[in-house]
Every structure is written in structure tokens, then in C-alpha cells.
């Protein structure tokens, strides 16, 4: 069944606009009431209005709430989400290797516990699968390539390592990830692109798996890096990963002060996820991290998400030019 997303819903507010365009609609009728019956010779009105002499002017009105409308829900980035078929999905996973993933409220590190649960995803994918790896602080590292070789991908899996500068670039991550999933099989078959558009039905999907356990603190917000996943049907999971308890660093024996500990933003993680129909997970413990990447391993539909931004935006100038045709025509009103 189909569902809908909005990119920026704090517009969908002027929605309240509508019945009060309505009201003022009766308002302005009950005024030309008023003022057509001054009028001594009706049959002239007639002739300057076409023969609607009082006439309700339903189709402007109806006309005018669609124009406000579909600019309303054009501004706040309406998405449409449906389902199709999947042979399978091609993967990115992304990690988050700021200085305070060497909390080890999940042993050894949160670390090397995102490390170890990456490691059982690769064991128990396809093998056809692409997947990639990237680590990212303040800004992403391509670890590896998309690539099927099991090998190289634990290797680079072994190679990543704490960022001990800068904070954490959720945007620049899911750019980056997004970007090595588009160009997957292009360096070695520059056609793959038009062959996958003419066989969507049996195209891979594409998915990053984001990791983190704190919230975007440098870099441009993740609305841009969302909506550039949505336009290329990328699906984002997101791991929030650690407790809500204090967290003591590994390598510097210290107990996390709680005014400056990092923050969880759960509801941040949970919109990347849902606006690019994906799932968001909470790891508290090493099993939660299993639960993840075993679900997100056996999902085997790929949502598609239609933009219709720009359709609804140029549905409204359409409805716009009708009406000036109809104002100039049929609804002409009374001088």
C-alpha cells in the first residue's frame, strides 16, 4: 500500500489557511449581493456576466483550494512512497568513529561491537551482494568500495579506527555512501545505469546502514543528504547504538562527565530512516546489534519514492491559468 512522506511538514500549518478562504469566499458573495441589487435593469447584468447574475462561483472557489493546496503540500516536500520487487539489495554501511564510540558500555567498545556486528551482516549476506564500508567523524572515509570480495571487506572492516578530531557529519556520510552505492558496476560497465532503468522490476536495491550513537554536530543538516537518497530510491537504516547510562572511555579511564556526554538523537535517526521508508534500530545491548543487521538482512521488497514536489507545484499554476480564463469568461463579475 502506498505511503507518504513529508520532507518539510511544518508547512502542512498553513492547511489551517482553508476554511478561512472559504469563509471570506460566502463573505465576498454576500457583499456582491448586496451590491448587484442596486441595479435596476437586471437584463443588463445578465449580459456582463454571461447570465450568472448572482452566481455562487463554486468551480473558483473549489479552483482556488486545490491551487493552495497542492502549493501547500508542494512546499513540504511530499514524497510517495510504493513497493516493488528486489532480487536483493547492495549495501553501505556506514560507522561512526568519533572519539566517543570508545564507550564501552557495549564490550569491548561500541566500536569494535559495531565492528564484530558488521562482520556477521557480511557472513550472512548473499554473495552477490555489493558492500561497501565507510567510517566517518567529521568527515567520511571510504574504507572499500562496493565490492563482493569477503575478504577485503573484513579486512577494511579491521582497519577502522577511532577519529580522535571533530564531531560527527551524519550528511556528508550518507552523500558519501549514497554516492559509492550509485556508482557500483559504472567503472567496469558505463551501460549498467540504462540497463538497470529498462529492468527496474528485476534491479538490486540500494541501502545504507547508518551507525551512530550521537546526533550530527558539524556539517550541513541531513535534509539535503535525505532528500538526495530519496531521488536515487536509497534506503536508510539507522542504529542508535549505546545506553542511556553513563559511559566510561577505554583508553583514557574516564567516566564520561554527564554535561558534555554524547547525546542519542533517537528522533533524528528515526526521521533519516522514515523518510527514506527505512527502519531505525535501538542497540542497547550486543543482541540488539544482531536483531538489526538479521532484519535488515531479510528484508526483500525496495520501497520507491516519487518526488511530487515540482508536479504539484506546476498542477497549481495550471489551475491558476484556468482561472484566470474562467475569470475573464464565465465568471465575469460585475463592474
Not at 539489495?89 to 569491548?108: R, W
Not at 567529521?138 to 564531531?167: C, D, Q
Request: charged fraction near 15%; aromatic fraction near 8%; avoid cysteine.
Amino acid at each position: 500500500m502506498p505511503a507518504i512522506t513529508f520532507n518539510n511538514p511544518q508547512y502542512l500549518w498553513f492547511l489551517v489557511a482553508l476554511p478561512v478562504l472559504i469563509i471570506g469566499h460566502f463573505i465576498a458573495l454576500k457583499y456582491t449581493h448586496k451590491k448587484a441589487v442596486k441595479f435596476a435593469n437586471f437584463e443588463a447584468i445578465a449580459r456582463v456576466t454571461h447570465g450568472h447574475i448572482l452566481s455562487k462561483n463554486y468551480g473558483l472557489l473549489i479552483s482556488r483550494l486545490l491551487v493552495i493546496t497542492f502549493v501547500i503540500f508542494s512546499a513540504s516536500g511530499t514524497v510517495i512512497w510504493y513497493i516493488g520487487q528486489t532480487s536483493n539489495f547492495d549495501f553501505m554501511i556506514a560507522i561512526d568513529s568519533s572519539t566517543s564510540m570508545l564507550a564501552k558500555d557495549l564490550l569491548p567498545t561500541r566500536l569494535e561491537a559495531a565492528k564484530n556486528s558488521a562482520l556477521n551482516f557480511i557472513n550472512i549476506l548473499d554473495k552477490k551482494a555489493n558492500i561497501g564500508i565507510i567510517s566517518f567523524a567529521t568527515t567520511s572515509i571510504v574504507e572499500i568500495e562496493p565490492t563482493t570480495n569477503a575478504f577485503k571487506l573484513k579486512e577494511a572492516l579491521g582497519n577502522v579506527n577511532i577519529k580522535r578530531i571533530g564531531g560527527t557529519n551524519l550528511g556528508d556520510a550518507i552523500i558519501i555512501s549514497a554516492n559509492q552505492l550509485l556508482n557500483i558496476g559504472r567503472k567496469q560497465n558505463p551501460e549498467l545505469e540504462q540497463l538497470e532503468n529498462n529492468n527496474k522490476a528485476e534491479s538490486r536495491g540500494k541501502a545504507i546502514i547508518l551507525l551512530t550513537d550521537g546526533q550530527g554536530t558539524v556539517g550541513e543538516d541531513s535534509n539535503t543528504a535525505i532528500k538526495y537518497a530519496q531521488e536515487n530510491n536509497i534506503v536508510i537504516h539507522t542504529i542508535g547504538i549505546g545506553t542511556d547510562e553513563g559511559s566510561i572511555f577505554a583508553e583514557l579511564n574516564l567516566t564520561v562527565i554527564p554535561g558534555i556526554k554524547t547525546k542519542l538523537d533517537e528522533e533524528g535517526l528515526k526521521k533519516i530512516a522514515s523518510f527514506t521508508n527505512g527502519k531505525y534500530f535501538s542497540a542497547k545491548q550486543l543482541t540488539d546489534l544482531s536483531s538489526a543487521y538479521n532484519e535488515i538482512a531479510s528484508i526483500t521488497e525496495k520501497p520507491n519514492g516519487i518526488n511530487l514536489s515540482v508536479s504539484l507545484m506546476v498542477a497549481a499554476f495550471v489551475l491558476l491559468l484556468i482561472e484566470w480564463l474562467l475569470v475573464n469568461t464565465k465568471y465575469t463579475t460585475i463592474p
